[in-house]
C-alpha cells in the first residue's frame, strides 16, 4: 500500500498564497491534485508527469497555480496564488503508477492511490 501525505492547507484571505506539499512512499508516480467543495463532486486541479517535464490545469486554476515536483522524487508541491473563494475546498493529492514518458493524467481514474487531504478556506 502507498501512503500519501498531504500539508499546507489553512485557512486564508482572497488574494493570499498558500503552498501545498505532498510526499508519497517508495516507487515512481505520475502525481495530480484534485479538489472537493461542498456538495461538489471532486474535481481535477493540477498534475504532473514522473519526469516533472510537462504538467496540466483546470482552466479555472490556470495563471494562478503551479505544479513542480524535482525529477525522480516522489514529492510534488502546489503553490496556489490569487486565492478566491471558489478555491475553498479539500485539496487531495494523488499518484498513478501509470508512468508513460510524457504522460501525465486528468481523469481520477488513473490514480490508484490517495491521500486523504488538505482543507483550504479562502475567505472574502
Known amino acids: 500500500q502507498v501512503h500519501l501525505v498531504e500539508s499546507g492547507g489553512g485557512l486564508v484571505q482572497a488574494g493570499d498564497s498558500l503552498r501545498l506539499s505532498c510526499v508519497a512512499d517508495?516507487?515512481?508516480?505520475?502525481m495530480g491534485w484534485f479538489r472537493q467543495a461542498p456538495g461538489k463532486e471532486r474535481e481535477f486541479v493540477a498534475a504532473i508527469t514522473w519526469s516533472a517535464d510537462r504538467s496540466g490545469y483546470a482552466d479555472s486554476v490556470k495563471g494562478r497555480f503551479n505544479i513542480s515536483r524535482e525529477y525522480g522524487k516522489n514529492t510534488v508541491a502546489l503553490q496556489m496564488n490569487s486565492l478566491q473563494s471558489e478555491d475553498t475546498a479539500r485539496y487531495y493529492c494523488?499518484?498513478?503508477?501509470?508512468?508513460?514518458?510524457?504522460?501525465?493524467?486528468?481523469?481520477?481514474?488513473?490514480?490508484?492511490?490517495w491521500g486523504l487531504g488538505t482543507q483550504v478556506t479562502v475567505s472574502s
Open positions: 517508495g516507487g515512481t508516480y505520475a
Open positions: 494523488a499518484a498513478s503508477s501509470s508512468v508513460t514518458p510524457y504522460s501525465y493524467y486528468r481523469e481520477e481514474n488513473r490514480y490508484q492511490y
